[in-house]
């Protein structure tokens, strides 16, 4: 069984279990509220790893395994060689970099744990499918970062032995907040309040950098629009002249299509919003915008970079058409082997019927 | 969409927008005698309001804001990360007034976005060092001594985007990382003390139920101390980005404290050193190190009108200068407010008593000479510490550490009222 099956599994138990009677509690002054927690269940939910090791599972993976579970799983995002990509994170590099003016930090040059790691890939990751890889398959991602780090060899396999002997080059790198003894005593001195300062000049502006979203200024006065003053302006700029949509293309669309499928697909669409943006002002991300995507050619959503395998499925001019969607849908990597979309595929056909559907509501 | 009110004949925005254009036509008044030549339509015309019938009671059975006010939304900033699912967005402080900030534009800040958790799928868990693990429903919290307090919750990165410079033209994204509410909910120490804590259980680790998990570790001197699960905010049930069905509450910590969706309270030895806690939420000093367990928000405050987004909208005379200040050492003990760019000061006046880790309202009642300001201010908390200038922050931090910019703002106005962010030299 997969680890997310076994989670569902022991999951149920616990739904079962909530009725039983609590036991009595150690403490006199205790209200005796809540009920045992079963080992099955701390076993499900108690996962976290601490610096020296404790609640890491046995298990065990090597690099080489690592590199093919990295391109799989991590790569769309964080590079094949875990420098990142676009705005997404980088895993390694920036070593030397924490004094420059823009320090690099990642796993190599600050983080402190390799339990770190290990923890936040099994709960956390890959992003939009968290806890859905084995224990050995986190060991061999851990042990692939590593190598690209340039902190183990290729041959290198991780295991719950040599684990701890792991150590990340930065774990020296930090210090116990001590703002009370370096900054109070400058921050708690009795303030000036008159003539504490010279003339004022201006030395920086935010105008000049430009890089603040639009917003709506709002003139607060509200007064007697006959007062002159108003005429400067009297209102919100901006914000009140919001378009009229014309929903008039949708709806002929919609029309045509079953709107509890529509809807259930809207659902479902949330697995895949992570990676890809539909409707109004969709942007590519880790994976394209979707949008006019039922009966496009494949790898054809302009601005997106797309892996090998997809651009020689388009160079054979396959066509997003329903059929296909639903063969990708149930094995991504089944239809198009070695892309880079980090997915697991979705077994139900009514879920990937649901799926297209909503696709399609969002395709003229 | 249609207008409800024009649909049922009559009271329409539309037809109030003729009236109020007509009306800009007419004649004008004298500036600060206030002295009509015309009567104003408004007043002499029965207006469509005071003639036909507004919604009735079964209209509304949930009220949003009314339509005016659809601009004091939440807004987030593009560029600042990958995706929105794992951001952040920011309170319209500069739009809202008085001290507790309506759950529905209160800033979020998701690791893997909001989720819909229910209430009967709710399961809390105490694990680790304690006599007896444990699994409440939510149900169990119900039963449990309830209490009730404010509290501002403050992002780390607040002001983040500001340590190299002025850079965000706006009050809402320059300070709008922060949130006050009322929250009910049941103490971390009575939930503690059911399980039982073992001597050697000297630190908590928490984690949500959602995919980040964003789990933080939190000394147990602070855990039973003030610390609170809640499960309602300003009233009523919290809104699903906020936690829905249940939160953790850290009064004066920093927001990423906040667990979410709260599913686990691990007691342990040590530090769990998890990745919120060591990659991000440490501040990267000078040279080169970081500091770590930097929880404590110190005392800051911001004016939030005039501001870029409410630039001063009348000529000369009486004006409100109002702002918000706060401190997660305790209470706010004075706040003082410059004109000049803080050559001299004045006192603020609070409105209300100043609560516990809570926001406070500040105000200035100005008399305005129509001339250009640096408006500054400046918190003080009842520990004595005084909010620092930007340039004292770099003076020990530099420019690299993110997290915890508490520095004093300053808003050029000039004589059109318009206000910018700037800095000063």
Known sequence: MSRLGKFLASSAVAGFMAAAPALADPLADALGLGRAALPEEIAAWDVAVMPDGQGLPPGHGDVWDGEDLWIDHCAACHGDFAEGAGAWPPIVGGSGTLTDVRPLKTVESYWPYLSTVWDYINRSMPFGAAQTLEVDEVYAITAYILFSAGLVDADFELTQDNFTEIRLPNEDGFYIDDRAEVEFPVFTQEPCMSDCRGDVTIVARATDLDVTPEFPVIRNLYSDPLHPEAARDNSIEDAAAQPVEDDSANEVQLASLDPELVAAGEMAWRQCRSCHQLGDGARNGAGPQLNEIVGAAVAGVDGFRYSPAFEAARDEGLVWDAEMLDTFLENPSGLIPRNRMSFRGVRDADERAALIAYLKSHTD | ?425
């Open chain 2, 1 to 425: 969409m249609t207008d409800r009110s024009e649909a049922k004949g009559g009271t329409s925005r539309r037809a109030f927008l003729r009236t109020a254009g007509l009306a800009a036509g007419g004649a004008a008044l004298g500036a600060g005698g206030a002295r009509a030549t015309s009567p104003d339509p408004l007043i002499t015309e029965v207006q469509p309001w005071a003639m036909f019938l507004g919604e009735g009671v079964d209209a509304t059975p949930y009220g949003m804001p009314i339509h005016f006010e659809d601009h004091v939304v939440r807004r987030n900033v593009d560029w600042l990360t990958a995706d929105p699912v794992a951001s952040i967005n920011f309170t319209p402080i500069h739009a809202l007034d008085g001290t507790i900030t309506p759950q529905g534009c209160a800033f979020e800040r998701h690791h893997s976005g909001a989720i819909e958790l229910s209430k009967e799928e709710y399961r809390l868990m105490i694990t680790g060092l304690v006599e007896k693990p444990l699994v409440f429903t939510f149900g169990d919290l119900m039963r449990m001594p309830r209490i009730t307090r404010t509290a501002f919750c403050e992002c780390a990165a607040n002001s983040g985007m500001e340590w190299g410079g002025a850079q965000l033209n706006a009050v809402q994204f320059t300070h709008g990382m922060i949130h006050n509410m009322e929250y009910t909910g049941v103490s971390l120490r009575t939930l503690l003390n059911e399980a039982g804590v073992k001597p050697e259980g000297t630190w908590i680790y928490v984690e949500g139920a959602d995919a980040s998990s964003n789990g933080r570790s939190i000394p147990m001197e602070k855990a039973l101390d003030d610390c609170m699960i809640a499960f309602t905010a300003n009233g009523e049930a919290l809104r699903m980005e906020h936690g829905y069905p249940a939160r953790l509450v850290v009064p004066g910590w920093e927001g990423n404290l906040w667990v979410k969706w709260l599913r686990r309270i691990g007691v342990h030895d040590g530090p769990m050193e998890a990745r919120e806690e060591t990659s991000k939420y440490t501040d990267l000093m000078p040279d080169g190190r970081a500091r770590k367990w930097t929880w404590a928000m110190h005392a800051k405050s911001v004016i939030t009108s005039p501001s870029p987004q409410m630039p001063v909208g009348h000529g000369p005379g009486p004006m409100v200068i109002s702002g918000l200040a706060w401190s997660g050492l305790g209470r706010i003990a004075r706040v003082d407010v410059s004109l000049d760019g803080g050559a001299n000061w004045q006192e603020a006046r609070l409105a209300g008593e100043p609560g516990d880790k809570a926001l406070t309202r500040f105000y200035v009642d100005h008399e305005w000479d129509g001339q250009p300001m640096y408006l500054q201010s400046r918190a003080v908390d009842e520990t004595g510490y005084v909010q620092p200038t930007k340039d004292q922050l770099r003076e020990i931090r530099g420019v690299n550490s993110i997290y915890h910019n508490n520095g004093i703002q300053t808003w050029y106005v000039n004589e059109n009222g318009e206000a910018e962010n700037v800095e000063i030299g």
